[in-house]
């Protein structure tokens, strides 16, 4: 059976609980890498932040006030490598303050559409299909993924 907009946006929404579980975590923790020649847990959370604040921007704001969408397919290894750099630039709490305040723009914004808003294809900025739907389907993975690895990290020291 397929998910509703509301299940698959309540899903989006639940990594919020996990980030700020997350913040209980100490300084040293969170500027260790997860994972040898990985990146390191701040890192991975302003990744997660960056693109949702970049999609809010550029798409489910431009959406909500009926404007043209911005978003374009970007080159992922600069925009993975500019987050780095924000991250040694600003501290664990401004991370993580960012990371709800643009996670809860995004949810609270698509709970106030309906399935038609949710489902229609927009015309994004490099003139291809824009969904919210696909949006939240394509990131969801993205979040699971980052969670899994940031779990292993954490059971690792547990020690």
């Given amino acids: 059976?397929?998910?509703?907009?509301e299940e698959i946006n309540a899903e989006f929404k639940s990594y919020i609980a996990f980030v700020l579980k997350l913040d209980?975590?100490?300084e040293e923790h969170w500027n260790s890498p997860i994972a040898e020649g990985k990146w390191t847990l701040k890192e991975v959370i302003t990744h997660i932040?960056?693109?949702?604040?970049?999609?809010?921007?550029e798409a489910i704001e431009k959406i909500k006030q009926n404007k043209p969408l911005t978003v374009k397919h970007l080159n992922f290894n600069e925009?993975?490598?500019?987050?780095?750099?924000?991250?040694?630039?600003?501290t664990k709490?401004?991370?993580?303050?960012?990371?709800?305040?643009y996670r809860m723009k995004i949810t609270n914004d698509i709970s106030e559409m309906n399935e038609d808003e949710c489902t229609r294809d927009f015309i994004d900025g490099d003139k291809k299909k824009f969904s919210v739907?696909?949006?939240?389907r394509g990131f969801i993975p993205h979040d699971k993924h980052h969670k899994k690895q940031i779990e292993k990290?954490?059971?690792?020291?547990?020690?």
């Avoid at 932040?49 to 921007?57: A, I, N």
């Avoid at 990290?153 to 020690?159: M, P, Q, R, T």
Wanted: proline share 0%; charged share 30%; no cysteine.
């Fill in 93 to 101: 709490k401004s991370i993580v303050d960012q990371f709800v305040e």
């Fill in 49 to 57: 932040m960056l693109w949702d604040k970049y999609f809010y921007e």
């Fill in 24 to 26: 209980e975590l100490s």
């Fill in 133 to 136: 739907r696909k949006f939240l």
């Fill in 1 to 5: 059976m397929a998910k509703t907009i």
């Fill in 153 to 159: 990290f954490l059971k690792s020291i547990e020690g």
């Fill in 79 to 90: 925009f993975n490598a500019n987050a780095i750099e924000y991250s040694k630039k600003h």
